[in-house]
């Protein structure tokens, strides 16, 4: 298990380590219509125009596309079948055109085309932020950092402190979700889209397994303290720093699943993908979805709480529920992606291995909860 965790398995295929690449076979669109479409819709697009790909994403696709020098991201869902909710790029365009008023490390979105026929589905676009994403090493550029890793990490968990302290109403995005009622709306939400998908569990003691967990975390959902902007999926992936600089969170992004409710979902998502070498290495406990993270060295997830807890007034007691949470939240995404590969859906290889971390992680929430 420490293997599969700490790095790449045997066969497995090694993630892009650069920002932008050429498009992956089987995603191109229709890129003659999307251009005539930003050229119609967005002003001073005189350049020549190109598309890169942000190759390191695992759902959305996502598009670096250039009009000459001036450079903006293209964001759609993936293609195939898609769980009710989910991959959302009107609410994406929505947060993002608003919240960056109240918070700058939201990217601002400038267009939103509902119209499917130009791509496929629909899209939006924002602006393009230069900056370093921090993925299983240290960037060369903060590398002379003392402890980078610990600074990168207590950088993250400000920034979603920060986040957290946002009064949705302050920029427009005070009817965004339904806090009332939130976490029991999100659990019943994720049991139904593993439903979706268990038939492609490996075998029956895998899908009881995750079904286990579903069971325990419905029978003791806790009591929401203060509802907030929720991103819904918080994580070192998906912050952005400055070249050079591992004290800042630069931007955020991915933000199709952000809404308001309990904010400490987001710390219980971030605690689920976080590394913790004060872990038992051969413990259930110690596994995580993303290879090579241990080599960031990273604070403790104890840091990280406590670090969190140092700027809020909230009861962290009950957040190991809240971590077991976004394990679970993360199994039911890890199925649906491999789902998405078996029937063909896709053809990034990296899908077709999303399946082998379904158990570990499931086993990992059971440990976190009571029986």
Request: hydrophobic share 40%.
């Amino acid at each position: 298990m420490t293997d599969l965790a700490a790095r790449p398995r045997a066969g497995e295929v090694e993630e892009p380590r650069v920002e932008v690449a050429p498009v992956r076979p089987g995603e191109e669109l229709d890129w003659a219509a999307l251009e005539a479409y930003l050229r119609t819709h967005l002003d001073d697009l005189d350049g020549e125009f190109s598309v890169l790909q942000f190759p390191r994403g695992s759902a959305n696709l996502t598009y670096r596309v250039a009009f000459g020098d001036r450079l903006l991201v293209v964001r759609r869902p993936p293609f195939g079948k898609i769980a009710r909710g989910a991959h959302d790029m009107a609410r994406e365009h929505r947060v993002l055109s608003r919240l960056y008023r109240a918070y700058d490390r939201a990217p601002r979105a400038l267009l939103h085309c509902a119209d499917t026929s130009v791509v496929g589905a629909e899209f939006f676009v924002s602006e393009y932020r230069e900056g370093v994403v921090v993925w299983d090493e240290i960037p060369e550029s903060m590398a002379q950092h003392p402890d980078a890793g610990r600074r990168i990490g207590f950088a993250v968990v400000d920034a979603l402190a920060e986040l957290h302290a946002v009064d949705p109403a302050s920029c427009d995005l005070a009817d965004l979700g339904r806090p009332e009622g939130y976490l029991e709306r999100q659990v019943a939400g994720w049991s139904s889209r593993w439903e979706a998908v268990a038939e492609y569990a490996p075998d029956r003691e895998v899908a009881e397994l995750v079904e286990e967990v579903g069971r325990r975390i419905r029978a003791d959902v806790p009591g929401s303290q203060r509802a907030g902007i929720v991103h819904n999926d918080y994580k070192v992936d998906n912050c952005q720093f400055p070249h050079g600089d591992p004290d800042r969170v630069k931007s955020v992004f991915d933000w199709d699943m952000a809404t308001t409710g309990d904010v400490l979902v987001d710390l219980g998502t971030l605690l689920n993908y976080w590394p913790d070498r004060t872990v038992d290495p051969d413990s259930d406990a110690a596994f995580i979805v993303v290879p090579g993270m241990h080599a960031l060295d990273l604070p403790s997830r104890a840091e990280i709480v406590e670090r969190y807890t140092a700027g809020s007034d909230l009861d962290l007691s009950r957040i190991d529920w809240y971590e077991a949470f976004g394990c679970w939240k993360t199994v039911v995404i890890l199925q649906q992606l491999y789902a998405r590969f078996v029937r063909g859906e896709t053809t990034d290889p990296r899908m077709g291995q999303r399946g082998e971390l379904v158990a570990p992680l499931a086993r990992r929430a059971l440990g976190l909860l009571p029986a």
